[in-house]
């Protein structure tokens, strides 16, 4: 394997070299010096095709010894963050790899370097970096920046402007709210057969009603309960509205979902059969939120097909769905794989060297000519298409610092198995008529906070003797700092105190 790496980086330097590039971001003051640093990662091999490569090629005066964590997940266990921890204890790698989660947790408990002297002692380049990200890792880092990411990942609202043109209906613009985009999807028809007929919108997989709902939710930045406080918050106006919102939706008949319309039309087995069945694709669907697989699919499908003309070509992008309280932010983006600095590290020169340059300009700039299938380097002015379209709705938003699963692991297992069942129950209940939406509402808070007070035998852990108070809460939105994830991991809350 080294011989095989030493002929790879010796091809990378020479290509390096000959293109006459200057890489890295941090101080070269120590560049002759031989240094070491562990980094943990998946995978050697493809710690080297990620990273390795190009760094041992530019600074082959310092070592990376990379530390698998396959060894982890291979031991018998079901606490994955205890086992999470021993394996860093005992490994004790300079970089670590984190989630938002595990970097907001292991931040407070003081086990990580603050990346500060070393961004201002080497003049660190943070222009240019996608908005708002250096902000958002403070915040979840309680004020410091204790981490970076290389990537990150985003979604956006595609648009097929054919359709849009054709039944003159306005173009979607940046920030809308889902209630927008749904008053949009509405003017187009709803009559024909399914795999014939116009959609106005996909909206995943199945049309549960808790599902659409907390997609709709997420955007707003709700949460359903505050887990530090073992409080339901559901039983709200605004909650109220979003679920209103998602019933009407489903009722509307404009929604593309999968598991509905997918298995109809005689699916032939061919691969163009395959790609046709995708309404997007196929030029059959308005709108729908996708990622730079869907980007790729539909340059696929135009190189695959003989007669190219059947897949959608005039289309664009605007920002995904925002909060109307919030509109300069997004849940839509997410960053994974953060590299921190342990704060015992003997190596954070090293460390930082590395950290430097893969979230430097030249490496994104690099790393950008093989596309984006492994998310967008956080250096936007690399982020283009071969086409004029708006990639910029990728990036344009803040990562939202708002959760609806905001320490969700601290949540007994009687809750966490309890509340979907629940849910599920009693919006059925109201969809079928035999409830209100109040009423609904109501149930899921009293009952909901009753499972948060439940105990998980197996843990030994004691019912609380103290009384929970019902609230009523209008869930409200936090600004940005001077941005998602989303997803991610993120620290925002219902407003209740």
Not at 12 to 28: D, E, P, R, W, Y
Not at 113 to 133: Q, R
Not at 424 to 446: C, M, P, R, Y
């Amino acid at each position: 394997m080294k011989s095989f790496f030493k002929a790879a980086l010796a091809a990378v330097l020479a290509t390096a070299m000959l293109a006459g590039c200057s890489f890295g971001s941090g101080s070269k003051s120590n560049e002759n010096e031989q240094s070491t640093f562990r980094v943990m990662y998946y995978d050697e091999n493809q710690f080297f095709q990620d990273y390795g490569m190009l760094f041992t090629a530019l600074y082959p005066n310092i070592e990376i010894e990379v530390v698998s964590t396959q060894r982890m997940y291979r031991q018998e266990t079901t606490d994955y963050e205890a086992a999470f921890k021993t394996f860093i204890e005992e490994e004790k790698p300079d970089l670590i790899m984190l989630s938002g989660d595990q970097y907001k947790k292991y931040a407070e408990e003081g086990m990580l370097y603050d990346l500060s002297a070393f961004i201002e002692k080497d003049k660190y380049n943070t222009e240019g970096i996608v908005p708002g990200m250096l902000d958002y890792l403070k915040e979840l880092g309680g004020g410091q920046l204790f981490a970076m990411a290389p990537t990150f990942h985003s979604s956006a609202l595609m648009y097929n402007k054919a359709l849009f043109d054709k039944y003159n209906v306005p173009y979607p613009t940046d920030k809308m709210t889902w209630e927008q985009i749904y008053q949009l999807a509405r003017q187009f028809p709803t009559e024909g057969e399914p795999m014939e007929r116009v959609f106005g919108l996909k909206m995943g997989w199945n049309e549960d009603l808790f599902d659409l709902a907390s997609t709709l939710a997420q955007a707003q930045g709700l949460t359903y309960v505050n887990a530090e406080k073992k409080q339901m918050t559901i039983n709200s106006d605004s909650w109220k509205s979003t679920i209103q919102t998602a019933y009407d939706m489903i009722k509307s008949d404009t929604l593309y979902f999968e598991s509905k319309y997918q298995d109809t039309g005689g699916f032939s087995g061919s691969y163009e059969d395959y790609l046709m069945r995708d309404p997007f694709l196929s030029g059959r669907l308005a709108m729908t939120i996708g990622e730079t697989y869907m980007i790729n699919q539909i340059k696929e499908a135009k190189n695959y097909l003989t007669d190219s003309d059947k897949i959608v070509s005039d289309w664009d992008l605007v920002t995904p769905p925002v909060s109307s309280q919030n509109p300069d932010s997004t849940t839509y983006m997410n960053f994974y794989n953060l590299f921190a600095i342990t704060e015992s590290s003997a190596n954070k020169e090293a460390a930082w060297q590395f950290l430097s340059y893969i979230t430097s300009d030249e490496y994104a700039r690099v790393k950008a000519k093989s596309g984006f299938n492994n998310g967008f380097p956080i250096r936007t002015q690399y982020i283009k298409g071969e086409e004029d379209r708006n990639y910029a709705a990728f990036y344009s938003l803040k990562p939202a610092s708002v959760n609806m699963y905001k320490d969700y692991d601290k949540l007994s297992q009687a809750f966490q198995m309890g509340f979907w069942s629940l849910m599920s129950e009693e919006l059925a209940k109201f969809k079928d008529g035999t409830v209100s939406l109040d009423e609904a509402l109501s149930n899921i808070q009293l009952k909901g906070d009753e499972l948060l007070q439940t105990p998980d035998p197996e843990k030994g852990e004691e019912a609380s003797v103290m009384p929970v108070p019902r609230v009523e809460v209008e869930s409200g939105s936090l600004e940005e700092p001077a941005e998602n994830a989303g997803e991610s991991e993120q620290t925002g809350e219902t407003a209740v105190e």
